[in-house]
């Protein structure tokens, strides 16, 4: 990308060249100003704030690639030009030997927010106390990191894409805009996006989009399985499984599709072609997919949490959650932690590694209805039978941080990439939007809503695209949110565009790493955290290195004595005396460390008490 | 009503025509990259395990003498060129061309052994010593048609040299035997002669970088030090048991490895002989020849116990050992000029070559794929510490005299541990000290 002019190529004319010479050097985000309005010049650079910048990047840019082009036809003349003025010039200071003058010393600039992004170490936490050999070594790596965490920064300016947005003129509240007029107003691309798909034969629908958000995969409860292209609209396979659907999910690509039905659990190909019938999963309602642990999360009729490894085809773990019938569940894509919703009003979170919950939240009086967790795994949403939404802080707390009453409760809720919050509440749609991304939505004002032909029986935003799938009883239907989601996405993570090449490549990469499902928890870095090793461990280390405990005691065995007295009383009694010897040391010891103890609990009875040290336990 | 939708241009995202490259657009988002620490583990996972996977270190075997070989030799200027020396007495000293992997040119040396061979520093020619008590200085390049293989000039000795050396950059060398003897290349009789004890002198070693300065270890369990320019010896250490031989760190001056018969080797500072900087412990047998990478980070060590070990130069324990079911008591080791390789020589007439770096993939890497093998070495080195790749990184497979042996000599040093534990116990507090292991094994320093 070429935004420094070089000082040498400037536009420049011969009657204001010293004053040219000494011209303050042009930042990208600075309009190229006409030698003659140099006096004017804009002024000093705009907010730098992360967001504003991204809107304005792409316009600067363009313009100062004109300016350079344009240059360029000057660049002979200037450099008769410079050849002229010869001796009179004066070194600057950090003028080198050719007389080229760097316009901006020392590293590029990494605006703060940008890298608060990056940053993966907590400076808040100390290193453990350790060696210096080691402790050197900790804050070399430390600082590497650091340095990775601001290259990676610098490169935000890279991304090609913005955000979509949606704002109301003056007064005007934007959840009063309909889907017609926004489709009105957007280009022909992306008002193709919208559409309604008029199922009213098969029931309420449940809907999934792939993890590149192309493609779109939906179950009706009569038994209608579909999977199409969304974009291109074009239909992969549409069966019946002649059998009540309850759930559907894309496997880690689009060409697997897991249906939970009635009975068990099956696996269609993006033909429609039945894989796999998998018996050990019965009476499915939820699934949940983790796409980097390849294992597929089953909540069932029965109560057990099932996690089937989909890359062996093996069971993980089927843990039972002990509360009845399940069918609320949400996955945290930051930690792959399953959340469980109940009928008391608590939120489980899973692990397969652990049989019992990581962590229970009472959120709700009343049964849970919806559960969502949103994508950096800050924030999780819940609504219940007590008509409440209610937000948690999933960061260690576990408290909630805003809740409102919903004249209806909320059915079905959704994250989306960027932090937005569907509701579904009968057959009308809420969506909440945050002042930043991944930032907390208040619930006061919607930022639109939605009418549906039937009641909402699941949401889900698309993944890279500005739109939110709705499944309700009359079908499909794709909404347009703009500023939803994500707009720059990684080509080697999830692309949308991935030839089918690209995808084998992916697949094959995806599966060498695989991440094994014991370490799935709450804490994903954990395994980049220094091991503290504790004392006790330590030592049952080393005694197993060595096979034997060095720093054991061997019990005390008296030696046989000889001519006649080593009879077995004495032997006995020899051996009593030590261990009655050792026994008396390590009473006196110990009534020692209590003399201590108590000495020092008296010790601050010297001092005046105060009246509030009753309080004190 | 202001309204901005996510509208992507397809073409700015898949390639124009087949030809093109496929676009891969980045965005670095730690959020569009979850699980990064877990999955950079099982990346370092595979990567260590597919370095055990490709570890086949062994790459040729150079047979052709009658007799073990008991000498080896680097050409100075030629990466393919090596020499060795065996302890028949017919065609012993043999030129070796390592990427043909064969002889180029057999010399009837000496009758009897090759005690020693040494390159001149210019590569022209070498010098050889045997158990016919001359040394013997040849031409590198072969006789030509009709011509007689004869040495350019023979020295005439009173007693058996054992070992032979040349200087860095002077040509001068010296031999061992009786005495350590300086000669100059022009003369017949030695400039000077240096004794200290009186002991057969096992090998003696130029410094590369002081050059004046040399090393020699003796029978009588001594190390010594001599300054050339004087005529006397600098100083000695006496260890527990023998030293077979030294070599000098090639990037640090004062520092040398001794290979000791009690199965160590010791890496000192010349400055401070009184205790080495480290004790290198892993052969269970004598170890009988030692030589430093070409970088000074780590050295490689021939035993008796039929396998040869590399030592990163301050660690003490090894990192790699190589061994083969017909290799026998390894004599001599050498690590190539370009770090990369290394040869030895063993008891049963073969000469080895093997990878310095076992997993390494020889030949013109692509950038991606450098780009890979660097990735996957950081991986291997950030998580190097987490159990399970602990594991599978250090585990060698190991022939069942070897691993008997360690087992052997466990058991050895827990019951001496063990003695010396109950004696503390049961004498008078302080009487019995606590002497570390790196003091246990010096006996005097002598200046």
């Known amino acids: 990308m070429e935004t420094v002019p070089r000082p040498g190529r400037g536009p420049q004319s011969k009657k204001n060249k010293p004053q040219a010479k000494r011209k303050k050097p042009r930042r990208y985000w600075e309009e190229e100003t006409a030698p003659t309005a140099a006096g004017a010049s804009p002024g000093p650079p705009r907010k730098r704030k992360n967001l504003e910048l991204g809107r304005h990047r792409q316009k600067n840019s363009h313009s100062s690639k004109k300016s350079w082009l344009s240059k360029k036809s000057q660049f002979p003349r200037k450099s008769q030009e410079q050849k002229q003025p010869g001796g009179e010039k004066k070194p600057g200071p950090q003028r080198s030997l050719s007389g080229f003058q760097d316009p901006f010393p020392g590293p590029a600039p990494v605006p703060e927010e940008v890298a608060r992004k990056f940053c993966r170490i907590d400076r808040s936490k100390e290193l453990p106390h350790s060696l210096p050999k080691t402790r050197s070594k900790l804050e070399v790596a430390e600082r590497v990191e650091e340095e990775i965490s601001a290259k990676a920064a610098r490169s935000e300016l890279l991304l090609a894409e913005e955000p979509g947005f949606l704002e109301g003129e003056d007064g005007e509240d934007t959840a009063t805009i309909r889907q017609a007029d926004i489709v009105e107003a957007v280009d022909i691309a992306s008002a193709a996006k919208h559409f309604d798909l008029n199922l009213r034969q098969f029931g309420p629908y449940r809907l999934n989009y792939s993890r590149t958000g192309r493609h779109l995969a939906f179950g009706g409860r009569r038994g209608h399985v579909a999977a199409l292209d969304w974009v291109t609209k074009k239909l992969m396979c549409e069966i019946n499984v002649m059998e009540a659907v309850r759930d559907i999910r894309f496997l880690h690509s689009e060409a697997l599709l897991a249906v939970a039905q009635n009975r068990w659990l099956r696996i269609y190909d993006n033909q429609g072609i039945e894989l796999h019938c998998i018996r050990r999963c019965d009476r499915v309602t939820r699934l949940e997919f983790l796409p980097f642990h390849f294992l597929l999360a089953t909540a069932s009729e029965t109560g057990f949490l099932t996690y089937l490894d989909v890359s062996v085809g093996k069971i993980v773990a089927a843990l039972n959650a002990r509360a009845g019938r399940l069918n609320v569940m949400a996955q945290n894509p930051y930690n792959a932690v399953i959340h469980l919703g109940h009928s008391n009003g608590t939120v489980s979170l899973w692990s397969p590694s652990v049989q019992e919950p990581l962590v229970k939240i009472l959120c709700h009086r009343g049964g849970l209805q919806a559960v969502a967790v949103d994508s950096t795994g800050t924030y999780m949403a819940t609504s219940g039978l007590d008509h409440q939404l209610k937000i948690f802080d999933l960061r260690g707390t576990f408290r909630p941080l805003s809740a409102r009453t919903l004249p209806q409760g909320a059915g079905h809720l959704a994250f989306s990439q960027r932090g937005l919050l569907a509701a579904g509440m009968g057959d009308v749609v809420n969506i909440w939007v945050g002042r930043g991304k991944a930032s907390l939505p208040p619930l006061e004002q919607p930022y639109l809503t939605h009418r549906l032909a039937g009641p909402v029986h699941s949401l889900q935003f698309c993944p890279f695209e500005d739109v939110l799938g709705v499944g309700h009883s009359g079908g499909i239907t794709s909404m347009l949110v703009p500023g939803a989601a994500e707009p720059n996405f990684d080509g080697l993570e999830s692309n949308p565009y991935r030839s089918r090449k690209q995808r084998q490549e992916w697949e094959v990469k995806a599966l060498l790493e695989k991440v094994p499902a014991e370490l799935i928890c709450l804490n994903p870095r954990a395994l980049a955290e220094v091991d503290v090793i504790s004392l006790e461990q330590r030592k049952k280390e080393r005694t197993e290195r060595l096979g034997f405990d060095p720093e054991a005691k061997v019990p005390f065995q008296p030696k046989p004595k000889r001519k006649g007295r080593g009879s077995t009383a004495s032997l006995v009694k020899r051996k009593k005396k030590v261990l009655d010897q050792e026994h008396r040391d390590k009473v006196r010891q110990s009534l020692e460390q209590q003399q201590q103890q108590q000495q020092q609990q008296a010790k601050p009875a010297g001092v005046r008490l105060s009246a509030l040290d009753r309080f004190v336990r | ?447």
């Open chain 2, 1 to 447: 009503m202001k309204v901005k939708m996510l509208s992507r241009n397809p073409d700015n995202y898949v390639r124009e025509t087949k030809l093109d490259l496929q676009r891969v657009p980045r965005n670095y988002d730690p959020t569009l990259h979850p699980f990064e620490v877990p999955r950079e583990y099982v990346r370092a996972l595979n990567a260590t395990k597919l370095e055990r996977v490709f570890a086949k270190p062994f790459l040729a075997s150079l047979d052709g003498h009658r007799d073990g070989v008991n000498c080896l030799a680097k050409h100075p200027k030629s990466l393919a060129t090596v020499l060795s020396g065996a302890c028949d007495g017919e065609a012993s000293v043999r030129i070796w061309n390592l990427t043909k992997q064969k002889c180029i040119r057999t010399i009837q040396a000496h009758e009897g052994f090759v005690r020693g061979i040494c390159t001149r520093f210019c590569g022209t020619s070498f010098f050889t010593v045997g158990d016919d008590k001359t040394v013997k200085q040849w031409k590198m390049d072969g006789p030509g048609y009709g011509e007689e293989e004869e040495p350019l000039n023979t020295i005439l000795g009173k007693t058996v040299y054992t070992g032979i050396d040349h200087h860095w950059k002077d040509p001068a060398f010296a031999t061992c035997g009786q005495q350590v003897d300086i000669w100059d290349e022009q003369r017949t009789s030695p400039i000077c002669s240096m004794t200290w004890g009186f002991d057969s002198i096992n090998s003696v070693k130029f410094n590369p970088i002081e050059t004046f300065l040399l090393g020699s270890c003796a029978s009588d369990r001594n190390i010594v030090l001599y300054d050339m320019r004087q005529a006397t010896p600098l100083k000695k250490v006496i260890l527990d048991m023998r030293t077979n031989t030294i070599c000098w760190n090639p990037m640090e001056a004062f520092i040398f490895t001794a290979a000791n018969e009690d199965f160590n080797l010791y890496t000192f500072d010349m400055r401070a002989l009184d205790t080495p900087v480290m004790v290198h412990m892993d052969h269970v047998s004598a170890v009988l020849d030692v030589d430093y990478c070409p970088t000074g980070k780590e050295f490689v060590s021939a035993s008796f116990d039929r396998s040869i070990r590399i030592f990163p130069a301050d660690k003490s324990r090894s990192r790699e050992v190589y061994h083969t079911k017909r290799m026998q008591h390894v004599i001599c080791v050498r690590w190539t000029a370009d770090s990369r390789y290394i040869l030895c020589g063993s008891d049963e007439m073969n000469i080895r070559l093997w990878k310095a770096n076992a997993s390494e993939k020889l030949g013109v890497l692509a950038s991606r794929e450098r780009a890979a093998q660097d990735y996957n070495q950081k991986l291997k080195e950030k998580f190097q510490h987490h159990p399970q790749i602990k594991r599978i990184a250090n585990h060698r497979h190991l022939p069942k005299s070897i691993y008997s042996q360690i087992q052997e000599q466990r058991v050895m040093r827990e019951a001496r541990r063990r003695k010396e534990l109950n004696r503390r116990k049961h004498s008078k507090p302080g009487s019995v000290p606590f002497v570390s292991e790196r003091k246990k094994h010096v006996l005097a320093v002598v200046k």
